[in-house]
């Protein structure tokens, strides 16, 4: 049940930001008892890994901050996102400190999948927001947007790891600050075009 939770946390915030819970992850399995990863998995609390994860996430963390640029980081987020979502899912679900489930180490094929449709979802919600925003904001949004998701991206990561029990009020929240934020970017983009049709 715990490791369903972490992996679906992690899950969700590799869709905002890739990098942010596979790093977690490293780190917390290279540093800690906390995560045990199975022998298919240490390769990700090596330091080859941790390392090209860091320079990913220091990428990812300039260039989703600049309007178009954005956009572009999105779409090859498509492939990235739900790809990281799977591996963190399935490396801390088959986890065997995370959860005793014999039947998820055995299987974590499962974890995999039901992972990388989290992150999916959530990077599509995203990637679908972003140019609303930004149109909406004449950029000015883009760098205010991608903080907010990098900060709910780490926090959801650190609630997966070290208090699953919340993920499903953190995953609920998410939703809903999506749904607004969607919701009054269109509202803010409709009015704009109405005045400028007026003018």
Not at 13 to 39: C, E, M, Q, R
Not at 186 to 198: G, P, Q
């Amino acid at each position: 049940m715990f490791a369903a939770l972490t992996g679906a946390g992690l899950s969700a915030a590799a869709g905002l930001n890739a990098y942010v819970p596979f790093l977690l992850v490293a780190l917390v399995a290279k540093f800690s008892d906390v995560i045990t990863l199975p022998g298919d998995f240490s390769w990700i609390e090596s330091w080859w890994s941790i390392g090209g994860a860091s320079v990913l996430l220091l990428t990812e963390v300039v260039l989703d901050k600049i309007p178009a640029i954005d956009s572009l980081n999105d779409i090859i987020g498509t492939a990235v996102r739900p790809t990281i979502g799977g591996v963190v899912a399935a490396a801390t679900s088959s986890a065997g400190t995370l959860d005793q489930s014999s039947f998820m180490v055995d299987n974590p094929w499962i974890s995999a999948i039901g992972g990388g449709l989290i992150a999916a979802l959530v990077h599509t919600a995203k990637a679908s927001a972003r140019p609303v925003i930004n149109t909406a904001s004449l950029g000015f949004g883009a760098p205010l947007v991608s903080t907010a998701e990098d900060v709910g991206s780490v926090g959801l990561s650190l609630i997966a790891v070290f208090l699953p029990v919340l993920v499903i009020v953190a995953l609920a929240v998410l939703a809903w600050l999506m749904w607004k934020l969607v919701r009054r970017a269109r509202r803010f983009a409709r009015r704009r075009r109405d005045a400028e049709a007026v003018a």
